[in-house]
């Protein structure tokens, strides 16, 4: 069995990877931000959200992941991605 020290270094590396995707995501959903800020969209747009969250869910089977779980995760990652386009 591997070492837990190299397991921990390897999902370090992981989490650097996944915040580096959501500081992209970020920068993606400010200038979304400004967008509608320009063209009077609102913020929200709930079939967008509903569109996201139907293929999060449909990978996460993909990729032997509990589908559920994975809908809370983009809940909470579009919530922090409206607060930033506010």
């Known amino acids: 069995m591997e070492d837990l020290q190299v ?5 370090d590396e992981i989490d650097q990877h996944i915040l580096k995707a959501l500081s992209e995501r970020v920068t993606v959903c ?3 931000g400004k ?3 320009q063209n009077c969209l609102p ?3 709930h079939d ?3 569109e996201v969250f139907c293929k999060v869910k449909a990978a996460a089977v993909e990729f032997d ?3 559920t ?7 909470e990652i ?3 991605c409206s607060d930033i386009q506010k």
Do not use: A
């Not at 397991?7 to 999902?11: G, H, T």
């Not at 779980?69 to 809940?75: N, S, T, Y």
């Open 7 to 11: 397991l921990r270094k390897q999902i």
């Open 69 to 75: 779980q994975i809908e809370r995760l983009f809940r």
């Open 30 to 32: 400010q200038k979304i």
């Open 43 to 45: 913020i929200q747009d």
């Open 48 to 50: 967008r959200e509903k």
């Open 35 to 37: 967008y509608k800020k």
């Open 78 to 80: 579009i919530n922090i």
């Open 65 to 67: 992941l509990d589908s």
